[in-house]
């Protein structure tokens, strides 16, 4: 992981196969994680009458550490 904060997600298909697609970018579910959290998340998906169970796990790392240098640089 870079040096500062991370934050990892990870999800099921529920989230990314709702009906009407509002999670199709990675863009979309930072978005509304920053606004709102998961609990957007789950708001959002329901009133689109998802048909899948969704299962979220999220957190936030913050790395103070230096991190290797990525090998696109």
């Known amino acids: 992981m870079r040096q ?3 934050q990892l997600f990870v999800t099921t298909d529920g989230l990314l196969e709702c009906p009407g697609t509002p999670y199709v970018e990675a863009m979309q579910i930072d978005k509304a994680l920053q606004s709102g959290g998961v609990e957007e998340l789950f708001a ?3 009133a689109l009458g998802v048909r899948d169970s969704t299962t979220v796990v999220t957190w936030r790392v913050t790395i103070e550490e230096h991190a290797t240098r990525p090998s696109d640089t």
């Open 4 to 6: 500062g904060e991370n």
């Open 44 to 46: 959002t998906i329901e």
